[in-house]
């Protein structure tokens, strides 16, 4: 496996003894953002543009298509907007960021603290609604926003321009993670162990399937069509696996059926792989097939049908992101990146 | 365990705790010290290590309590590496959680606040973690996301009050909710509303037999560590009057607060947090005095609550504190610093560092002394000994305001012509400060020969016999002032403004010393 350094990140701020950073794709640059300091690395370019950031960095949202990222300070509620073009521009936050999605160039962003839902527009205006109860989560399909409260569980529908609700659905609680896929909403329940889907259009038909032990995070590898089922993929640390299972389609029930196929091995990443000591608990889609992390020990892992790989140590939880050939990772303030080359 | 640490974070990163600091005492050194020693896991340890890295936080010893957090920390990332490996989730929240609580005391907000993060994920319908997460957000200064998420924790626990022990907990967890509202709104009422349902709770009948046992133990000693609900109940039904108390007196609801500090005392007659308060709101000067004489004598270390004896300690009616206790003699130096009797203060300060050690109050004081008296390398020593505590950028603003004083008051005296009419309110504390602090002959030789002339209004005659009128004290300019002793004045005259012929003396606290000349018609 073949390295690059690309470069050496400054010193963090004596002012700022926190070690996070954030890496995020803003189209085809890197954003790579640590205490005091943000830097754009655009393709081709030997030397980033740095610029004075957040002194906080804790996530990132990214719209691809539109070349943008947000980097999310959480303690100081900032977030500053990156383009891969152009200078970062940094907006003061009413709210405090728990999590955030793009629409197009619009950045929505959810507030756990204040129960509200955020719009930044493109021109950096600022509207806020209240949510129903706190939510965590913030999910984009179909040009509307949804978002999930895990405390008293309640799933929102907003209309994206006017931020008007259209819609509650009561669901499971205590959720880790929220998807979406276009037609159903995915929940996962760690205390449970079970993963929750349901219709975004009627906001109703709650399903539910085992989801491993304890179903951390769930991705969405295919989005499900009218006749065929998507596909998800479901980090479970406890059993140190990873689950994949067809995801819900419209009118029937192949949901848990899909799952069942996963657990008698049919479609389950790595059985055999004992590459994943501590399992994992963050996963995303990546050049055919999955990058996940370990938490516990900043491992970050590439995996696909055939085997998984650990390819980088000490890494952030947010601090990774891929171009659709190379990983990158922030690890001790550093950016690296490392090939994914083409497996599928 | 983890409700050990629990309630002590709780306590400890009250805003009430950080306003009036009790005494950590020895004892529980010693028993946090017993619990690290007895502890055989590498988790039964974490409680103990930010346990005692909080009491040395509260002793002003940072480098100690560092060491204890960052052992905290090691062991936390070393129990969430295994947990993760034995695939026990469990212990892996646990040990982020205890991660995240080291790191929001080591001054990482953010790590600290991504680790929370990451515990809740496995444990979001826990109210001990996001209880924990408010105490993080406070310690790391962030009430308002502590509010969030102890609002969090009352919710959950709410749902699942059915046990003593989980009764206890809501209780806990609202007290936890009213000190971070109060630390951003203290007159909101929603925190008189969880206070009272914390009392309400701790002297209800779910907890008669916590109540009893308490009884029967003779628990009465108000601990930062807890280990026992009968522990726990006593120190939160203290901590939960006192916060009362400063909810209700800043709401100018002086009888609720004084109810609230007097029930406190019934429970604990010497708690100095208790005592300040009803220091604060007496009235006579005898009772003021006294009441913050009792407090410091409870705690004679804490710097917060000599500070609020400053405030008193300015006003001219400040009766001078006597008795032999290290608590008077505090009271004393802060007096006489108030009055601008720096080298008798420094004495004092001395005596007191010599029979009890020298402690941060001391070295504050000295410190102070030193600012008050312009010896600005003696005073940058001490300050760099307080460089933890807020006093120290406040005593390091006073050194500076103290020289653009004086370097602007002898500019000014030397553009003075004689006499000077009608001088501004700070022309005469510049120049009475540096008759005070003055070292040069050729300065207080030309303040002396300065006269002034302005209206002043006369305080009540000492006595009149029909031709004089003795008079000791007045204003000028809105400054009190005196003479150094009674004056009397030919004529039968009133109080009131008169115009008056006289030179500076100097200043003792806010009060002018003033050598009058003549009344003038």
Avoid at chain 1, 28 to 53: F, K, M, N, Q
Avoid at chain 1, 209 to 227: C, F, H, I
Avoid at chain 2, 448 to 467: K, M, N, P, T, Y
Avoid at chain 2, 482 to 506: K, N, T
Wanted: net charge negative; aromatic share 6%; glycine share 8%.
């Amino acid at each position: 496996m073949k390295r690059y350094l690309l470069f050496i990140a400054a010193l963090l701020t004596p002012a700022a003894l926190d070690a996070a950073s954030v890496v995020v794709r803003a189209g085809d640059a890197i954003v790579h953002a640590v205490p005091g300091s943000i830097r754009v690395l655009a393709p081709g370019a030997a030397e980033p543009r740095s610029y004075p950031g957040l002194a906080y960095p804790g996530f990132g949202a990214a719209a691809s298509a539109y070349a943008l990222a947000a980097i999310f300070d959480p303690v100081e509620d900032r977030v500053a907007i990156v383009a891969s073009e152009g200078t970062p521009r940094l907006v003061e936050l009413r709210d405090a960021p728990t999590a955030a999605a793009f629409l197009g160039s619009t950045l929505f962003v959810v507030s756990r603290e204040n129960g509200t839902l955020i719009r930044i527009g493109s021109d950096g205006t600022e509207t806020s609604v209240r949510a129903s109860g706190n939510p965590g989560f913030v999910s984009i399909s179909n040009d509307t926003v949804f978002t999930y409260d895990p405390i008293h569980g309640v799933v929102e529908r907003f209309d994206p321009l006017s931020l008007e609700s259209s819609g509650t659905l009561v669901i499971d609680r205590f959720g880790s993670d929220f998807e979406t896929d276009g037609r159903f909403g995915y929940l996962a329940i760690p205390g449970t162990g079970e993963v929750i889907s349901f219709s975004l259009s009627t906001l109703d038909g709650r399903k539910t399937v085992q989801g491993g032990a304890v179903p951390v995070d769930v991705v969405v590898e295919k989005p499900s069509g009218t006749l065929s089922p998507g596909t998800l993929a479901i980090a479970d640390p406890a059993s140190r696996r990873v689950w994949r299972v067809e995801g819900e389609q419209s009118g029937g029930a192949a949901f848990a059926r899909g799952f069942l196929r996963g657990l008698i091995g049919l479609g389950l990443y790595a059985p055999r792989s004992s590459e994943l000591p501590a399992g994992v608990d963050r996963i995303e889609t990546a050049a055919g097939g999955l990058l996940a992390f370990d938490s516990s020990s900043g491992d970050l892992y590439r995996i696909t049908p055939r085997r998984s790989e650990r390819i980088a140590t000490g890494v952030d939880p947010s601090g990774y992101a891929w171009d659709g050939e190379r990983a990158f990772y922030s690890s001790g303030g550093t950016l690296h990146s490392v090939s994914l080359g083409a497996e599928n | 365990m983890k409700r050990l640490v629990v309630l002590f974070l709780l306590l400890a990163a009250s805003s009430l705790a950080a306003a009036e600091p009790r005494l950590t005492s020895d004892y529980e050194i010693e028993i946090a010290r017993r619990q690290l020693e007895s502890a055989r896991t590498s988790r039964e340890k974490i409680a103990p290590h930010l346990n005692l890295g909080d009491i040395r936080a509260a002793r002003h010893e940072t480098d100690a309590a560092n060491g204890h957090y960052n052992a905290a920390l090691r062991i936390a990332d070393e129990m969430a590496h295994s947990a993760r490996k034995r695939a026990d989730l469990s212990s892996y929240a646990d040990a982020v959680t205890y991660r995240a609580a080291a790191l929001a005391k080591l001054g990482r907000p953010g790590d600290a606040r991504a680790a929370f993060e990451e515990a809740i994920r496995y444990r979001s319908d826990d109210p001990s973690t996001w209880n924990l997460y408010a105490s993080g957000m406070r310690v790391a200064g962030l009430p308002e996301k502590a509010e969030a998420a102890a609002r969090n924790a009352v919710l959950l626990a709410e749902e699942r009050k059915v046990t003593a022990k989980a009764v206890l907990d809501v209780a806990i967890y609202r007290y936890a909710l009213a000190g971070a509202i109060y630390e951003q709104r203290r007159d909101d009422p929603e925190v008189g509303e969880l206070l009272a349902a914390v009392v309400g709770t701790l002297d209800g009948p779910e907890l008669a037999k916590v109540r009893e046992r308490a009884r029967d133990q003779e628990i009465f000693e108000i601990f930062t560590i807890v280990r026992s609900d009968e522990d726990a109940l006593v120190s939160l039904l203290n901590r939960a009057l006192l916060l009362l108390g400063r909810h209700h007196e800043a709401r100018g609801e002086t009888v609720a607060a004084r109810s609230a500090w007097e029930r406190v005392l019934r429970m604990r007659e010497d708690d100095p947090a208790a005592l300040a308060g009803l220091a604060r709101l007496a009235t006579s000067p005898q009772e003021i005095s006294q009441r913050y004489l009792r407090s410091l004598e409870a705690n004679p270390w804490s710097i917060p609550q000599l500070r609020q004896y400053e405030a008193f300690a300015e006003s001219p009616d400040a009766p001078r504190p006597e008795g032999s206790s290290a608590g008077a003699a505090m009271q004393r130096a802060v007096w006489l610093l108030a009055r601008a009797r720096e080298a008798e203060a420094s004495a004092e300060i001395d005596r007191i560092a010599d029979a009890h050690g020298e402690r941060p109050a001391t070295i504050y004081l000295a410190a102070r002394a030193a600012v008050a008296m312009g010896d600005g390398e003696k005073a940058e020593a001490l300050i760099g000994r307080l460089e933890d505590l807020p006093e120290a950028a406040l005593l390091r603003r006073a050194m500076a305001a103290r020289s653009e004083s004086r370097a602007s008051s002898s500019e000014i005296l030397s553009s003075l012509g004689s006499p000077v009419v009608d001088p501004s309110s700070d022309l005469l504390i510049g120049l009475a400060r540096l008759v005070s602090e003055s070292r040069s002959p050729a300065e207080l030789a030309q303040i002396d020969a300065l006269l002034f002339q302005g209206i002043v209004d006369l305080d009540e005659a000492l006595s009149r016999d029909g031709s004089t009128t003795v008079f000791a004290s007045g204003t000028i300019e809105g400054i009190p002032f005196r003479f150094s002793v009674p004056v009397a004045f030919r004529g039968d005259l009133s109080a009131g403004e008169h115009r008056l012929a006289f030179r500076l003396a100097g200043i003792a606290g806010a009060t002018l010393l003033v050598e009058p000349l003549e009344l003038m018609p």
